[in-house]
């Protein structure tokens, strides 16, 4: 069965700082998503991650993947407030593409 | 606007009534997802159509939940006898056709929160 974990769950940041946050995944999988949710709003797409070695950057966020660890990193550059939100990574499973999702990390950027 | 819309937004109800929500995908996705978000955790699969097939329905779809997507384009849920633990955020997804530019990205709509008294 997949299983996915982010830590840390809570990240409470300092404006300016960088920080990490990290998806692993129990089962091979090729490609990984990044999603963004503020409080009582939808999930809105980040990143689409395609294969091993993967990298993508949009303004201070940047994702990459490595599939042989079966690893994801969000990485956050001189956080400003507007990043504050939660933060989930997915996997998909199957025929279909199901969405397999981690527990999400709560991003706080105090200024 | 093109995206999934979802429709209520909201829904509060009294615990054994039934409860309809209904999505309406980006137009010419034929993939339409349906997940459960209840608060504090990421969304879970429930049951996802491919045009109006219903290919996969998650355990989580217990017999009092049954969703529909007739003629391949809106899809509907239901459940019937409301319990206070269905409770969540409903959330809606659609996907294009696979391609070569094409990565099965799910777009996600706003949801439907349900609350049951």
């Known amino acids: 069965e997949l299983k996915v974990e982010q830590n840390p769950l809570f990240l409470s940041m300092q404006e300016g700082k960088n920080y990490t946050i990290y998806c692993n995944y129990s089962?091979?999988?090729?490609?990984l998503y990044w999603y963004r949710q503020d409080p009582g709003k939808s999930l809105e797409s980040l990143f689409v991650?395609?294969?091993?070695?993967a990298v993508k950057q949009e303004g201070r966020l940047m994702a990459s993947l490595d599939t042989k660890a079966r690893l994801s990193t969000l990485h956050i550059t001189a956080a400003v407030h507007d990043l504050s939100a939660t933060y989930f990574c997915?996997?998909?499973?199957?025929?279909?593409?199901?969405?397999?999702f981690g527990a999400g990390t709560i991003l706080r950027v105090k200024s | 606007d093109t995206g999934v819309s979802q429709d209520p937004r909201h829904k509060i109800t009294k615990r054994g009534q039934n409860v309809t929500f209904r999505c309406d995908p980006i137009?010419?996705?034929?993939?339409l997802y349906w997940y459960r978000q209840t608060l504090g955790q990421g969304p879970e699969f429930l049951t996802y159509?491919?045009?109006?097939?219903?290919?996969?329905k998650s355990r989580l779809l217990s017999d009092r939940f049954s969703a529909e997507r007739p003629k391949g384009s809106f899809s509907t849920l239901e459940i019937q006898r409301t319990e206070q633990g269905d409770s969540a955020m409903y959330l809606c997804?659609?996907?294009?056709?696979?391609?070569?530019?094409?990565?099965?990205?799910?777009?996600f709509g706003p949801g439907t929160r349900l609350t049951v008294l």
């Open positions: 159509f491919q045009n109006e097939a219903q290919l996969e």
């Open positions: 997915a996997v998909p499973r199957g025929y279909g593409n199901k969405l397999v």
């Open positions: 089962t091979t999988s090729d490609r």
């Open positions: 997804a659609s996907s294009g056709r696979q391609g070569p530019y094409n990565y099965n990205e799910q777009f």
């Open positions: 991650l395609l294969s091993n070695g």
């Open positions: 137009s010419e996705h034929n993939r």
